[in-house]
Protein backbone atom coordinates (compact mmCIF):
# COMPACT_ATOMS: atom_id res chain seq x y z
CA UNK A 1 0.00 0.00 0.00
CA UNK A 2 1.44 3.73 -0.53
CA UNK A 3 3.09 5.08 2.27
CA UNK A 4 4.22 8.51 2.42
CA UNK A 5 6.37 9.61 5.59
CA UNK A 6 7.85 13.11 6.13
CA UNK A 7 10.13 13.97 8.35
CA UNK A 8 12.09 17.34 8.97
CA UNK A 9 9.83 19.60 11.02
CA UNK A 10 10.54 21.50 13.70
CA UNK A 11 10.86 25.37 15.22
CA UNK A 12 13.05 27.85 13.33
CA UNK A 13 13.76 31.48 14.05
CA UNK A 14 12.74 34.16 11.33
CA UNK A 15 14.75 34.19 8.25
CA UNK A 16 16.22 30.33 8.70
CA UNK A 17 15.96 27.55 6.75
CA UNK A 18 14.82 24.43 6.77
CA UNK A 19 14.88 20.89 4.79
CA UNK A 20 11.79 18.43 4.47
CA UNK A 21 11.58 15.19 3.56
CA UNK A 22 9.55 12.54 1.86
CA UNK A 23 9.72 8.68 1.88
CA UNK A 24 7.47 6.96 -0.29
CA UNK A 25 6.85 3.89 -0.74
CA UNK A 26 4.19 1.23 -2.25
CA UNK A 27 4.26 2.48 -5.82
CA UNK A 28 6.58 3.52 -8.70
CA UNK A 29 8.09 6.33 -7.42
CA UNK A 30 9.67 8.00 -10.36
CA UNK A 31 6.53 7.37 -12.34
CA UNK A 32 4.42 9.91 -10.44
CA UNK A 33 4.81 13.61 -10.05
CA UNK A 34 4.48 14.75 -6.25
CA UNK A 35 2.67 17.56 -4.40
CA UNK A 36 3.66 19.58 -1.28
CA UNK A 37 0.66 21.13 0.56
CA UNK A 38 0.46 23.21 3.82
CA UNK A 39 -2.11 23.94 6.73
CA UNK A 40 -1.82 26.72 8.89
CA UNK A 41 -3.19 26.34 12.67
CA UNK A 42 -6.45 26.19 12.26
CA UNK A 43 -6.56 27.03 8.96
CA UNK A 44 -7.49 25.48 5.47
CA UNK A 45 -5.06 23.90 2.92
CA UNK A 46 -2.99 25.66 1.05
CA UNK A 47 -0.99 24.30 -2.39
CA UNK A 48 2.66 24.61 -2.28
CA UNK A 49 4.83 22.84 -4.70
CA UNK A 50 4.66 19.71 -7.47
CA UNK A 51 7.21 18.32 -9.56
CA UNK A 52 7.01 15.83 -12.37
CA UNK A 53 8.24 12.52 -11.96
CA UNK A 54 11.28 12.78 -13.36
CA UNK A 55 12.61 16.35 -11.98
CA UNK A 56 12.50 18.13 -15.09
CA UNK A 57 9.56 20.44 -14.26
CA UNK A 58 8.37 22.01 -11.03
CA UNK A 59 5.70 24.43 -10.14
CA UNK A 60 5.38 26.67 -6.80
CA UNK A 61 3.16 28.91 -5.50
CA UNK A 62 3.63 32.56 -5.08
CA UNK A 63 4.05 32.74 -1.45
CA UNK A 64 6.86 30.48 -1.81
CA UNK A 65 8.32 31.36 -4.97
CA UNK A 66 12.43 32.25 -4.98
CA UNK A 67 12.46 30.89 -1.12
CA UNK A 68 11.00 27.25 -1.29
CA UNK A 69 13.04 24.67 -3.48
CA UNK A 70 11.00 21.20 -4.57
CA UNK A 71 13.50 18.40 -5.51
CA UNK A 72 13.30 14.52 -5.33
CA UNK A 73 15.64 11.62 -5.73
CA UNK A 74 14.03 8.52 -7.68
CA UNK A 75 16.90 6.36 -6.60
CA UNK A 76 16.10 6.86 -2.79
CA UNK A 77 12.27 7.33 -3.45
CA UNK A 78 12.74 10.45 -1.32
CA UNK A 79 11.11 14.15 -1.94
CA UNK A 80 12.32 17.29 -0.97
CA UNK A 81 11.42 20.47 -0.33
CA UNK A 82 14.23 22.73 1.02
CA UNK A 83 12.99 25.99 2.70
CA UNK A 84 14.59 29.08 3.26
CA UNK A 85 14.18 32.84 4.73
CA UNK A 86 11.68 31.51 6.93
CA UNK A 87 8.62 33.77 7.63
CA UNK A 88 5.67 33.45 10.69
CA UNK A 89 3.99 33.07 8.14
CA UNK A 90 5.12 29.81 6.93
CA UNK A 91 4.08 27.94 9.76
CA UNK A 92 1.82 24.66 8.95
CA UNK A 93 1.60 21.21 9.00
CA UNK A 94 3.26 20.36 5.95
CA UNK A 95 1.59 17.03 3.78
CA UNK A 96 3.32 15.32 1.09
CA UNK A 97 1.40 13.94 -1.56
CA UNK A 98 1.34 11.63 -4.76
CA UNK A 99 -0.01 12.65 -8.19
CA UNK A 100 -2.90 10.60 -8.71
CA UNK A 101 -3.16 8.06 -11.85
CA UNK A 102 -5.42 9.79 -13.78
CA UNK A 103 -3.60 10.92 -16.83
CA UNK A 104 -2.46 14.70 -17.18
CA UNK A 105 -4.52 15.06 -14.07
CA UNK A 106 -2.52 16.70 -11.44
CA UNK A 107 -4.98 15.61 -8.50
CA UNK A 108 -3.42 13.59 -5.34
CA UNK A 109 -4.94 10.49 -3.99
CA UNK A 110 -2.49 10.01 -1.35
CA UNK A 111 -1.15 12.29 1.24
CA UNK A 112 1.40 11.59 4.29
CA UNK A 113 0.69 12.35 8.20
CA UNK A 114 2.16 15.70 8.01
CA UNK A 115 5.10 17.28 9.37
CA UNK A 116 4.86 20.25 12.06
CA UNK A 117 6.95 23.67 11.20
CA UNK A 118 7.21 26.43 13.51
CA UNK A 119 9.13 29.74 12.94
CA UNK A 120 8.99 31.50 15.43
CA UNK A 121 11.75 33.34 17.64
CA UNK B 1 -5.26 32.44 -10.10
CA UNK B 2 -8.56 30.38 -10.23
CA UNK B 3 -10.05 31.02 -6.85
CA UNK B 4 -12.56 28.07 -5.54
CA UNK B 5 -15.50 29.09 -3.43
CA UNK B 6 -17.34 26.61 -1.33
CA UNK B 7 -20.81 26.85 0.37
CA UNK B 8 -21.66 26.64 3.25
CA UNK B 9 -18.56 27.20 4.92
CA UNK B 10 -20.29 25.13 7.84
CA UNK B 11 -23.64 23.06 8.59
CA UNK B 12 -25.30 21.02 10.76
CA UNK B 13 -26.67 17.50 9.83
CA UNK B 14 -28.45 14.51 11.43
CA UNK B 15 -27.28 11.24 10.34
CA UNK B 16 -29.30 9.89 7.22
CA UNK B 17 -29.60 13.25 6.10
CA UNK B 18 -28.58 13.92 1.86
CA UNK B 19 -25.82 16.41 2.49
CA UNK B 20 -24.68 18.94 -0.78
CA UNK B 21 -21.50 21.05 -0.46
CA UNK B 22 -21.16 23.44 -3.53
CA UNK B 23 -17.78 25.06 -5.26
CA UNK B 24 -17.36 27.32 -8.03
CA UNK B 25 -14.66 28.72 -9.68
CA UNK B 26 -14.09 31.74 -10.88
CA UNK B 27 -13.03 30.65 -14.59
CA UNK B 28 -14.07 27.82 -16.20
CA UNK B 29 -11.91 24.22 -15.11
CA UNK B 30 -13.27 21.66 -17.34
CA UNK B 31 -13.78 18.83 -15.06
CA UNK B 32 -10.51 19.22 -13.15
CA UNK B 33 -11.77 19.78 -9.97
CA UNK B 34 -11.35 17.19 -6.98
CA UNK B 35 -13.03 16.59 -3.57
CA UNK B 36 -11.20 15.74 -0.54
CA UNK B 37 -12.22 14.52 3.08
CA UNK B 38 -9.91 15.78 6.67
CA UNK B 39 -10.55 15.13 10.23
CA UNK B 40 -9.13 16.79 12.24
CA UNK B 41 -5.53 15.99 13.16
CA UNK B 42 -5.44 13.45 10.25
CA UNK B 43 -4.42 14.07 6.88
CA UNK B 44 -6.65 15.01 4.12
CA UNK B 45 -8.32 11.97 2.07
CA UNK B 46 -9.25 11.98 -1.62
CA UNK B 47 -12.46 11.55 -2.35
CA UNK B 48 -13.18 12.32 -5.75
CA UNK B 49 -11.64 13.49 -8.80
CA UNK B 50 -12.06 14.44 -11.76
CA UNK B 51 -15.30 16.23 -10.79
CA UNK B 52 -17.17 12.67 -10.90
CA UNK B 53 -14.39 9.43 -10.47
CA UNK B 54 -14.87 8.20 -7.20
CA UNK B 55 -11.70 7.21 -5.62
CA UNK B 56 -10.93 3.52 -4.77
CA UNK B 57 -12.14 2.48 -1.61
CA UNK B 58 -14.45 5.63 -1.27
CA UNK B 59 -17.89 4.51 0.05
CA UNK B 60 -20.80 5.15 -3.04
CA UNK B 61 -22.89 7.49 -1.04
CA UNK B 62 -20.73 10.21 -1.96
CA UNK B 63 -20.68 11.04 -4.99
CA UNK B 64 -19.86 14.95 -7.46
CA UNK B 65 -21.47 15.89 -10.19
CA UNK B 66 -20.19 19.40 -12.55
CA UNK B 67 -18.19 20.67 -15.16
CA UNK B 68 -16.95 24.33 -16.18
CA UNK B 69 -17.54 26.48 -13.11
CA UNK B 70 -20.31 24.61 -10.78
CA UNK B 71 -19.52 21.70 -8.97
CA UNK B 72 -21.33 19.91 -6.09
CA UNK B 73 -20.23 17.26 -3.63
CA UNK B 74 -23.67 15.14 -1.91
CA UNK B 75 -23.55 12.48 0.60
CA UNK B 76 -26.30 10.48 0.21
CA UNK B 77 -27.14 9.61 3.76
CA UNK B 78 -24.53 10.97 6.02
CA UNK B 79 -23.37 8.78 8.62
CA UNK B 80 -21.41 8.85 11.80
CA UNK B 81 -17.61 8.44 10.11
CA UNK B 82 -18.56 11.53 7.97
CA UNK B 83 -18.26 14.52 10.40
CA UNK B 84 -15.31 15.90 8.90
CA UNK B 85 -14.25 18.87 6.88
CA UNK B 86 -14.33 19.11 3.22
CA UNK B 87 -11.90 20.71 0.35
CA UNK B 88 -12.79 21.25 -3.34
CA UNK B 89 -9.41 22.02 -5.00
CA UNK B 90 -8.92 22.45 -8.80
CA UNK B 91 -5.79 20.49 -10.78
CA UNK B 92 -6.67 22.62 -14.40
CA UNK B 93 -3.44 25.10 -13.97
CA UNK B 94 -1.14 26.21 -11.07
CA UNK B 95 -1.41 27.22 -8.49
CA UNK B 96 -3.63 24.47 -7.81
CA UNK B 97 -6.08 26.51 -5.63
CA UNK B 98 -8.48 24.89 -2.82
CA UNK B 99 -11.52 26.11 -1.49
CA UNK B 100 -11.92 27.28 2.19
CA UNK B 101 -13.08 24.27 3.02
CA UNK B 102 -16.82 23.15 4.47
CA UNK B 103 -17.34 21.83 8.18
CA UNK B 104 -19.67 18.89 8.24
CA UNK B 105 -21.48 18.95 12.01
CA UNK B 106 -23.41 17.16 13.91
CA UNK B 107 -27.00 18.09 14.62
Known amino acids: QVQLVESGGGVVQPGGSLRLSCAAS????????MHWVRQAPGKGLEWVAFIHYDGNDKYYADSVKGRFTISRDNSKNTLYLQMNSLRADDTAVYYC??????????????WGQGTLVTVSS | DIQMTQSPSSLSASVGDRVTITCRASQTISTYLNWCQQKPGKAPKLLIYAASSLQSGVPSRFSGSGSGTDFTLTISSLQPEDFATYYCQQSYSTPFTFGGGTKVEIK
Open chain 1, 26 to 33: GFTFSSYG
Open chain 1, 97 to 110: AKQGTQAYNYYSDY
